[in-house]
């Protein structure tokens, strides 16, 4: 019985058992032959069905764009587009991290006294984005003639790569900063653990041999040097 | 006006590890005892079960267990001239919050200290003449010795079921274990836990140097393991996940794993979490203290009368209500009269990265907060420091706390951090970059302090601190010495090797992690001229006043503070119940 039959004769066996609000969106469990639960792995939603909630049209358009050069696609693994990274990118949006709820952000904002001080802007995630990615497009269209995801590969890496030197003039908004912010959450979003809506299949665990929520080597710690032998798994329990 | 709660014998401000202690030692008195923690409450069962807290980007990243910065941080500035600004984002240092505190995130590196970091200032002009100390170094002898502080130490790792190797038990040297260490009375309680294969391979090396590799002390249990409080831990099981989050396998130490399962049980202890002190209150002579001012979860002022308050929150913030309750004479940095939020310290990091052949298999998320084999050989005046011309010194280690992948996948610098080139070395450098740290002491300066800062307010309306503290030479001289003693093991290793070295005209960089061994600032002294506190951290000014925690430090040691915190609070706690609660009155004269 192939795969996808079998997927298909559990799903029709178990869906009038249990009551819809219980499944987990994308897995569900079956026991095998062999008794062990095993996840069986539905394939998530490409990130084109996911609607953003913060992002506009523009902006989404961006942030694929610009992910997929940060995370290519190559032999190693899948593309940080792939994983999701922008609909997890717009789930944070969501918490209070975005809006700079985690952070001191009382004034007087004192710029200017060295790097080493840290942070501080006035700007949450959320307006680093949406003026980040403005001020960026706008640039692109009076340099260029378009906006960045209309851009070739070649001039989005170019871009990128003045955005993170801060050679770009962007007006409010330093190039830098948008840059760390959008590679941080885009590398976060590839590593997190999948309940955020990034690193699907757990492939960016799997590129580098990451067993996720595994969390147990009280065996393993007897076998130094040698390869871990499961893969990963997430925290709601789907493996891969 | 603020509400008034009926009096208590004992007002604990704080429960972290401090807090813990004095509380479970002070509970067999039969004294009303109140704890008051601002954070709320934490227990493993809630915050830190599996499979909910293996959550890097919640825990670690977004910092679920830290301290909440939107409404209280402090300001930092380099130097006297300048301008602090807040510390926005948890970076250099990660404060704790919530019962348990930073003892609840930590990692579980559980170290004494040398005998001769107690008499810091002595030992050093005896054996390397006055001279040798500059003028704007502020460091002074602990006033108490290594041996009195023994049996606390000891007392301690029982309770924390600190896992290690002796290497000094009464002064007999032995063949395996820190040769360096000041002497023990006896065996760690546990053996030490087994070795990652990246320890095996530092090991190997730095022995092959003519150094003795031993494994750090670790308050993470290599076996099951029942403390003098009857609380059972269990066996680590390399999980990988201590350092920012709580310890599901109920293996590293903390004040839930080790100490409340018993302290919940006595009738004459209260825990409220959810209860911000504001300041310490005091009687109109302003010699004694009344009790103490908080804020409660529902917003209202309370005035907590007690006889006796215990400030054990963390480092800073005990520097901070001492400040903000006119406890003591302020410092001043120019005069260098006055000494609360004198002599903070810190540590001093650097980390040299060596990437094995390929195909080695480090499996890196194999770990645990204090997995780690370190050599002392360049730490404490374990080495001739006449013709290096600098004091102190750090411990050489390598640490595998994890693999956790967004923050602990290493890549060198000089690789892409980004595209398909960051992709392959990541992948890489994942399975096969083994890191070796250098953490070092760090010594007093006259410009360094503490002190409320003028312009940023915490969301009660009070002052933050401020902290004005920068790089000295001493340090960079210091840490280049352990660095080079790194290099060495790297390149015994062999590999490409990468040297992350702290250089000389570098500043203090609040961005990047360094540690959270934040000291000094109340310190301990032998009088009231030159310390906040005396040997049984009771204050000089308010002698019902006690003050735990590392701002009693006066300057740092080349070892992770909280096994010295933990000693001098069992210490400090004997003494409040053999001499102060039988006569309440200063326990040193001056």
Redesign the interface.
Known sequence: MSEHASRRRFLQATLTLIPAVTLAPQDVFSATTEGEKTAISIPPPRSDSYTPRYFTDDEWRFIHAAAA????A?E??PSAVECGIPEYIDRQMQ?P?AH???????G?F?TG????????QKYTPREIYRLGIEACNAWCKAQLGQPFDKLDQGSQ?KL?QQL?ADTMALGEMNGSLFFAQL?GN???GY???P??GGNKDMA??K???????R????D???H?????PLGPVS?DGRRS | MPIEKPSVDVVIVGFGWTGAITAMELVDTDLDILALERGPMQDTSQTAN???V????EYS???KLFQ???K??VT???SLA??A?????H?AFLLGNGVGGAGFHWNGMSWRAFEADFRLRTHYTERYGAAFIPGDMTIQDYPVSYAELEPYFAKWEDVAAVSGQAGNVKNHIRPIGNRWEAPRSGEYPLPAL????GA?VFAKASAELGWQPFAVPAANASAPYTNQYGVRLG?C?????CEGYGC?MYSKASPQTSILPALRQKKNFTLKAGTQVTRVVMDSTGGMATGVNYIDPQGQEVFQPAKLVILCAFQMHNVRLLLLSGIGHPYDPVTGEGVVGKNYAYHMNSSVNVRLPKN????P??GTGAAGTAIDDFNGDNFDHGPLGFIGGASVYHLRPG????QQ?KTFKNEP????G???S??EG??RILPIYAQGSVMAYRNVYLSLDP???DTHGQPLLRMTFDWHENEFAMIKHAIGGAQKIARVMGGDVEVNLRESGS?????AYQSTHTTGGAIMGDNPRNSVVNRYLQSWDVPNVFVMGACVFPQNIGYNPTGLVAALTYWSVEHIKKLYLKNPAPLVQT
Not at chain 2, 237 to 241: A, D, E, H
């Open positions: 050069q940060l995370i290519p190559d190693l693994g918490t991290y700079g709820a985690l952070w001191f952000m009382q007087p004192v006294l060295g790097p080493e001080l840290g942070y501080q890496i990128l993170e590679l885009t590398k976060e590593f997190a653990d309940i955020y960016g665990w590129m580098i041999g990451f067993p996720g929520a969390a147990d080597y009280m393993w710690i007897d130094p040097n040698e390869r871990y925290i | 599996y499979p909910n293996i959550d890097e980007l990243v977004r910092g909440d910065l939107s209280e941080t930092i500035r380099h300048a301008t600004v807040p510390y926005r984002q970076g087994k070795d990652t294969y095996q066996p099981n390399f999980c990988g996940f599901y080695t298999q480090l499996n998320y194999i693999g956790r992948p967004i996948s951090k980004w595209g398909k960051w992709k392959a990541v992948q994942y399975q312009n940023y307010r500043h203090f960089d609040t961005r």
